[in-house]
């Protein structure tokens, strides 16, 4: 690995998370084939737009491996009550087949959830590199 790649990291491109509903849950979560990640978020939160640039980033990161997910629960607030979601941001954790793994309330950075997803829903060895 080059120095300038160590020092930076990889560039990877930005993506839009999957934006979850509670007509699409289901299928993107529940039945999904892959690990998912979703980010419980609302309006008018601070901690939530902080967190929507590492959202963006890990959804570009994982393209393919991770669906990585945004739900508005101002929009379906019977789902995040549901799911037992009592602030925001909460990310969640899921395995393939939604199989529920962890969660996380509050702000967390970029390296604690990619350690999360590389680790722990993908199985990588922590030595190595995603």
């Known amino acids: 690995m080059g120095?300038?790649?160590?020092?930076?990291?990889e560039r990877v491109p930005d993506r839009q998370p999957?934006?979850?509903?509670s007509a699409n849950f289901n299928e993107e979560v529940l039945q999904s084939d892959v690990p998912v990640v979703i980010d419980f978020w609302g309006?008018?939160?601070?901690?939530?737009?902080?967190?929507?640039a590492v959202i963006m980033k890990l959804a570009g990161?994982?393209?393919?491996r991770v669906k990585v997910c945004e739900f508005n629960v101002r929009e379906a607030p019977h789902v995040a009550l549901r799911l037992?979601?009592?602030?925001?941001?909460?990310?969640v954790y899921y395995k393939p087949k939604g199989v529920l793994h962890?969660?996380?309330?509050?702000?967390?950075?970029?390296?604690?959830?990619?350690?999360?997803?590389?680790?722990e829903l993908?199985?990588?060895?922590?030595?190595?590199?995603a």
């Open 3 to 9: 120095l300038i790649k160590r020092i930076f990291g």
């Open 18 to 21: 999957v934006h979850l509903t």
């Open 43 to 52: 309006p008018g939160c601070g901690p939530c737009k902080q967190l929507e």
């Open 61 to 64: 990161k994982y393209e393919g």
């Open 84 to 91: 037992g979601i009592q602030g925001t941001p909460t990310v």
């Open 102 to 119: 962890d969660r996380v309330s509050g702000f967390r950075g970029r390296i604690f959830h990619e350690q999360v997803i590389d680790h």
């Open 122 to 129: 993908l199985g990588l060895d922590p030595g190595a590199q």
